[in-house]
């Protein structure tokens, strides 16, 4: 089938082989591109993935008004493609987006885009097993200016390309007590890119130490975790599944929401409260928790094995198929991949 766009042909690429994926490295021939001007969005359409024309003076370059998703597609095995929680990835855009003064983009035209994108380049869509279509919605500031200013122009695009399945190696990760990520009252919950440049200083500095990543505590006494690194963060303590409440320094993510509900479901019990640096400390010392780990989109759960606490390192015992981490995943996984029902209406199916 060849598919035809404003008169113009989807662009084509040879695929990279699915077998060898690295996260990040490819992206798909095709990308959605809507633009925001005089109070309303155009109808937006695919082009070909390309680079932008932009001024040198686009206001996100400067102040900082940008905000992203994160988000993934899967094949299932009657050739169908279900893209994962899109309604919930939607109400998360809008709200990093009304925190930095950006208009709404409505859910029509994020739909359009997931589905156009994904239809045109529906053959980048590894099956199951080989992985997943990782779909990056993102929008900024694209009016040329050099004041000061809330923009009246942007830019919405998605793209996306072919990421593996990870099975994550275990983690080394340092409980952070002197910066920061997010403050009170300031853009923590919002996917927004200020939050990732800012983190790079401390995580690099970790990385120095021998961490692979930081775990975030509050910013007014470091005393209560809040994330790792760029996931939200989870603790089984004797059978129970602990993480923290969310509050407006903690990224509301999907994964951690989705992980919640299929562990209510499994019948595990599920405690969202403030945990302390203290509790995490006691706790692995004594054996009441058993587990930590990472939880986002790009590799569902993250365990970790080692966590250093103010120059002590507390090592958690071995993970197997049996820990309550790889029971959720796989929950989660069987329902991306059609094996299961979606109970909660999560897949957004296109045929
Ligand atoms: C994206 C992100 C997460 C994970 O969210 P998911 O929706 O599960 O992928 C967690 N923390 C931060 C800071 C993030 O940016």
């Known amino acids: 089938m060849e598919l035809v766009?404003?008169?113009?042909?989807?662009?084509?690429?040879?695929?990279?082989?699915?077998?060898?994926?690295?996260?990040?490295k490819y992206i798909s021939p095709n990308m959605f591109l809507a633009v925001y001007k005089d109070g309303e969005w155009n109808e937006g359409s695919?082009?070909?993935?390309?680079?932008?024309?932009?001024s040198p003076a686009a206001l996100a370059l400067?102040?900082?008004?940008?905000?992203?998703?994160?988000?993934?597609?899967?094949?299932?095995?009657?050739?169908?493609?279900?893209?994962?929680?899109?309604?919930?990835?939607?109400?998360?855009?809008?709200?990093?987006?009304?925190?930095m003064c950006m208009p709404p983009v409505p859910f029509d035209l994020f739909e359009k885009s997931l589905k156009e994108l994904v239809q045109t380049d529906r053959n980048w869509v590894p099956d199951f097993e080989d992985g997943s279509f990782y779909l990056r919605p993102f929008m900024f500031a694209s009016e040329e200016r050099?004041?000061?200013?809330?923009?009246?122009?942007?830019?919405?695009?998605?793209?996306?390309g072919p990421v593996p399945s990870l099975y994550a190696e275990p983690l080394s990760v340092k409980v952070e007590t002197h910066f920061s990520r997010a403050t009170k009252g300031g853009?923590?919950?919002?996917?927004?890119?200020?939050?990732?440049?800012?983190?790079?200083?401390?995580?690099?500095?970790?990385?120095?130490?021998?961490?692979?990543?930081?775990?975030?505590?509050d910013s007014s006494d470091h005393g209560f975790i809040?994330?790792?690194?760029?996931?939200?963060?989870?603790?089984?303590?004797?059978?129970?599944?602990?993480?923290?409440?969310?509050?407006?320094?903690?990224?509301?993510?999907?994964?951690?929401?989705?992980?919640?509900?299929?562990?209510?479901?499994?019948?595990?019990?599920?405690?969202?409260?403030?945990?302390s640096v203290n509790e995490v400390r006691q706790g692995i010392k004594n054996g009441d928790i058993t587990e930590v780990f990472g939880v986002g989109t790009a590799a569902v759960v993250a365990p970790i094995k080692r966590i250093g606490i103010e120059g002590e390192d507390f090592l958690l015992s071995k993970y197997s198929s049996d820990s309550i981490m790889y029971k959720l995943k796989n929950a989660l996984d069987e329902i991306r991949s059609g094996a299961k029902p979606d109970l909660y209406g999560w897949n957004m199916v296109i045929d």
């Open 46 to 54: 695919v082009v070909p993935f390309a680079n932008l024309s932009l």
């Open 5 to 24: 766009m404003k008169n113009r042909k989807a662009a084509v690429k040879p695929l990279p082989d699915f077998s060898a994926l690295e996260f990040g």
């Open 146 to 160: 050099f004041g000061v200013k809330i923009a009246d122009e942007y830019m919405f695009i998605v793209f996306g």
């Open 187 to 217: 853009t923590g919950y919002a996917k927004c890119g200020g939050n990732y440049g800012a983190a790079f200083y401390p995580t690099k500095k970790a990385r120095e130490e021998g961490f692979d990543q930081v775990i975030w505590t």
């Open 62 to 99: 400067h102040y900082g008004q940008t905000v992203f998703e994160g988000m993934k597609a899967f094949k299932t095995a009657n050739g169908s493609i279900n893209i994962f929680r899109a309604q919930r990835h939607w109400e998360r855009f809008n709200n990093s987006l009304d925190r």
């Open 226 to 275: 809040e994330e790792s690194g760029t996931m939200n963060i989870m603790f089984v303590e004797n059978g129970k599944l602990l993480t923290p409440a969310l509050h407006d320094s903690i990224l509301d993510g999907v994964t951690r929401n989705s992980l919640i509900m299929l562990a209510k479901q499994l019948g595990i019990q599920v405690d969202e409260r403030a945990i």
